[in-house]
């Protein structure tokens, strides 16, 4: 395996897990772990990846963390891809240590953070989610713990008011919605929700670190703040200015930044925490959103990130930590329903593809049986 240093467009395309081979292979090995498929088609569609990404840029949807996370998805319980994954897991862990240096000498020099420091897709949250689930006891993987606890910290802003010490100074990613001074995103995929699911499946696992349940608290207290309620139940903005919050209506319940991702993040941080009254909130939250035929219409798509298969997903994730499941399994149905009113997604991929929403419409189907972790990168379990 070689590693290039420089890093252009048809090599990224190849190697993203969010819309390349390597998410489509997700598909492939969730099939194969079901008997529905061969290992050969997961092998195949890998072997063409080519020489990896372990610059600057590599995360968790790009790169050689991106090829671990499928070939530990892969390997399962076998003994398949061992070499490989040994390999990858030494240059996870120094490209870790690495981006952990450049993050703490920034926060250090009281600059501002940018999502690709900290976030799910890009940055050391998803570093994180891969490190949990192949180096769970490493040193890295407290780290990027120890890391997240200290970007929960307020931080004085340029002027002079404290603000998230997660609040970025440029706008949100591909939205086209210009925030002058920056915003504090609230999202699994880009904001503090993604930080706070980690930390708190983390707990769940047993790894802990100093200020970890503080850190916590101070999110969801944040959060508290900037939650809204009304006769269609309760939501979070997608992002906080120093102007304003938005937005102020109900957007699409969207596994990215709407109500089924903020709630699955709260959910998990009540169990770990053993705050029932969070878990509790969360929960009905995402009960009043599937109960709203506005916040539903507003989904136009299959896909995982801003369609009906992030939604099924996250259903599904919450129904298993739910004091009521069947609460939630009871609109599986609906919603695939909803889901085969749209058109296939033109895209192929993982993210926003076909291989995504057919992963979590097979999922939600009564017959799917024992579904395997594949959606661990979305920090839904």
């Known amino acids: 395996m070689t590693v290039p240093s420089a890093l252009d467009p048809a090599t990224a395309t190849r190697q993203s897990l969010a819309h390349g081979p390597l998410g489509m292979a997700l598909l492939h090995v969730e099939r194969a772990r079901c008997g529905n498929g061969p290992w050969e088609a997961v092998h195949r569609r890998l072997a063409v990846i080519g020489p990896l990404i372990e610059g600057p840029e590599a995360s968790l949807f790009l790169g050689a963390p991106a090829m671990a996370y499928v070939l530990h998805l892969a390997a399962a319980d076998s003994n398949r891809y061992a070499g490989a994954l040994h390999a990858l897991d030494g ?77 970025v100074w440029h706008a949100p990613t591909n939205l086209g919605a210009p925030t002058p001074g920056g915003h504090a995103n609230v999202g699994l995929a880009h904001g503090i929700a993604g930080p706070l699911a980690l930390l708190a499946l983390a707990k769940r696992k047993g790894v802990v670190v100093d200020g970890q349940d503080d850190a916590m608290m101070r999110i969801c207290r944040w959060l508290d703040r900037i939650r809204q309620s009304d006769h269609r139940g309760t939501r979070w903005p997608r992002w906080v200015t120093e102007a304003a919050v938005v937005p102020v209506r109900p957007a699409a319940p969207s596994w990215c930044y709407g109500t089924p991702g903020l709630a699955r993040a709260q959910q998990l941080a009540g169990i770990a925490m053993e705050d029932d009254h969070r878990k509790r909130m969360a929960e009905r939250a995402l009960l009043d959103c599937l109960a709203d035929p506005l916040q539903l219409n507003r989904l136009t798509d299959r896909g995982l990130c801003h369609g009906v298969g992030g939604l099924l997903r996250t259903v599904e994730r919450v129904a298993e930590d739910a004091e009521t499941p069947s609460v939630f399994t009871d609109r599986l149905h609906q919603l695939r329903q909803h889901s085969l009113t749209m058109g296939p997604p033109e895209e192929t991929g993982f993210l926003e593809g076909a291989a995504g929403a057919a992963l979590a419409f097979q999922c939600a189907e009564p017959d799917a049986g024992g579904v395997g972790d594949w959606d661990a990168c979305l920090l839904l379990v």
Request: hydrophobic fraction near 40%.
């Open 91 to 167: 240059i996870v862990a120094a490209h870790t240590r690495r981006r952990l240096d450049t993050a703490h000498d920034r926060i250090d020099k009281s600059r501002q953070a940018a999502f690709a420091e900290y976030d799910l897709l890009r940055g050391l949250t998803g570093l994180g989610v891969l490190l949990l689930r192949r180096q769970p006891d490493s040193v890295e993987t407290k780290r990027v713990l120890e890391y997240l606890v200290r970007l929960t910290e307020p931080i004085k802003g340029p002027k002079g008011i404290r603000i998230p010490g997660w609040w």
